[in-house]
């Protein structure tokens, strides 16, 4: 696997990586709204598999703190395997997570 680390702009990854909110990146659907690939980094990332898909809806009872996402464990076709959500309200795309 590459090494990766965007948020400040340097390569190298020892660890996997976990943003709280978050690492945008614009996803890229087929015809049917499923993800194929996602941008990160200025870099092209083509899905090889979905491992496993669930959403979360946490604090519905308060408009300020809700969370509703629906997450995608994926594995790239580069050998990059990472969660990526959907904010189901905003429709934002984010990178969550990064394992090594």
Not at 40 to 48: D, G, M, T, Y
Not at 57 to 71: F, P
Request: net charge positive; proline share 2%.
């Amino acid at each position: 696997m590459p090494a990766i680390r965007c948020r400040n702009g340097a390569a190298g990854l020892s660890m996997s990586r976990l943003w709280l909110e978050g690492e945008a990146i614009t996803v890229h659907l087929d015809e049917q709204g499923r993800p194929t690939a996602f941008t990160w980094c200025k870099r092209l990332h083509r899905l090889l598999q979905v491992q496993q898909r669930w959403q979360v809806d946490v604090d519905w009872w308060s408009t300020a703190g809700r969370a509703r996402r629906e997450y995608l464990a994926v594995t790239t076709v580069d050998g990059l395997f990472c969660v990526i959500y959907q904010d189901l309200v905003s429709r934002e795309w984010r990178l969550a997570k990064v394992y090594d």
